[in-house]
């Protein structure tokens, strides 16, 4: 009898599916995955892929973008339940209601919103980009959604006059100067390498902070052999397979509940049955492409 693992392989070459599956799944996830990434090398991939159907194990807004971008594949989420919590904390209303207040402010949201709150916005970004977009933006204000720690980071680094929203992802909100305190006294020699969501005092005892994916990329590239790595942990199984010799230690509590939702079960149901697909609005689409479109021409 075939595995579940097997059946999904099969499947995708049926169906001429692509799987994609961000830093943070399961170990099983990430090894049927045909690319494992970060918000932004996902995205590209969804962008730029001919497969016919695209099984996007993450959360939703980031089904909500590949549809975005891929407006004629047929996107499925295999736990269409499973939404990050910063995306549900700014709407599209709030955004207009406070672009009253702000009149003369570039929106720039962060790319954990849904399709929805991207269509009031003027520029998106993601971990990777985010100081990147606002620097290249010639208006001198910005009000960045929905990630305070995110948009202080920002506002740091750009010098710009970035008003901030009260949003968060609560796994990195968790993430306190002590715990990382006391994780640089048990390994004193290891490198603290964060994500930008993390709090403000967290990043400034950083020594590297970038996406997953440059985290990734910084400790393949380090010499050093040992890493705090401030973010959700199911970064340390592609940690692990790319660096066998070097060791990674995170805080007890980083583990995004939404993302462990999604099973090498939910995988095989969601390209069996085609069931979980991402459905908007064409009008939804086409708004919400503007800001993502412009993130990518600043880009190059
Ligand atoms: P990355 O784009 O850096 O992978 O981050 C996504 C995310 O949700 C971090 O919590
Ligand atoms: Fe959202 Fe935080 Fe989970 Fe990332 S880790 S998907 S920001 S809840």
Same mark, same amino acid.
């Given at each position: ?31 049927? /995955? ?11 991939? /969804? ?33 269409? =339940?499973?939404? !990050?919590? $910063? ?9 207009? &209601? ?12 962060? +790319?954990?919103?849904?399709? =929805? ?15 990147? +977009? ?21 506002? =740091? ?11 968060? !992802?609560?796994?990195?909100? !968790? ?18 390498? /964060?994500?930008?969501? !993390? ?35 199911? $970064? ?5 397979? /790319? ?9 007890? &509590? ?6 462990? $939702? ?22 939804? +689409? ?8 412009? $993130? ?5």
């Amino acid at each position: 009898m075939q595995s579940v693992k097997e059946r999904i392989l099969e499947l995708k070459k049926q169906k001429n599916a692509v799987i994609l599956a961000h830093n943070y799944t399961t170990p099983e996830v990430q090894d049927i /995955a045909d690319s494992v990434g970060d918000s932004l090398g996902l995205s590209q991939k /969804a962008a730029a892929t001919d497969a016919d159907i695209i099984v996007f194990c993450g959360v939703s807004f980031m089904g909500e973008t590949a549809k975005i971008l891929s407006p004629k594949k047929k996107v499925l989420l295999p736990e269409p =339940e499973a939404k !990050c919590a $910063m995306a549900s904390m700014c709407s599209a209303d709030q955004i207009r &209601q406070a672009k009253q207040k702000y009149p003369d402010a570039t929106v720039v949201a962060y +790319v954990n919103t849904t399709a =929805e709150t991207k269509t009031a916005v003027d520029y998106c970004c993601t971990s990777a980009n985010a100081l990147n +977009v606002v620097n290249q933006i010639p208006n001198n204000q910005i009000l960045f959604v929905p990630d305070i720690n995110l948009g202080r980071y920002v506002k =740091e680094e750009s010098g710009k006059d970035v008003i901030l929203w009260s949003g968060f !992802c609560p796994i990195h909100q !968790c993430v306190t100067l002590r715990q990382v305190e006391e994780l640089k006294k048990a390994h004193p020699d290891a490198e603290i390498t /964060a994500h930008p969501e !993390c709090r403000l005092e967290v990043l400034k005892v950083a020594d590297f902070i970038g996406s997953t994916e440059a985290i990734l990329k910084h400790c393949i590239a380090s010499e050093k052999k040992e890493f705090i790595v401030l973010t959700e942990s199911g $970064m340390g199984h592609r940690l692990e397979a /790319a660096c066998p010799d070097k060791k990674f230690y995170f805080t007890n &509590q980083s583990i995004c509940t939404t993302m462990k $939702m999604i099973s090498l079960e939910s995988v095989l149901d969601c390209l069996e049955n085609e069931t979980g697909e991402v459905i908007l609005d064409d009008e939804v +689409v086409k708004d919400a492409y503007t800001p993502v479109k412009r $993130m990518t021409d600043i880009l190059g």
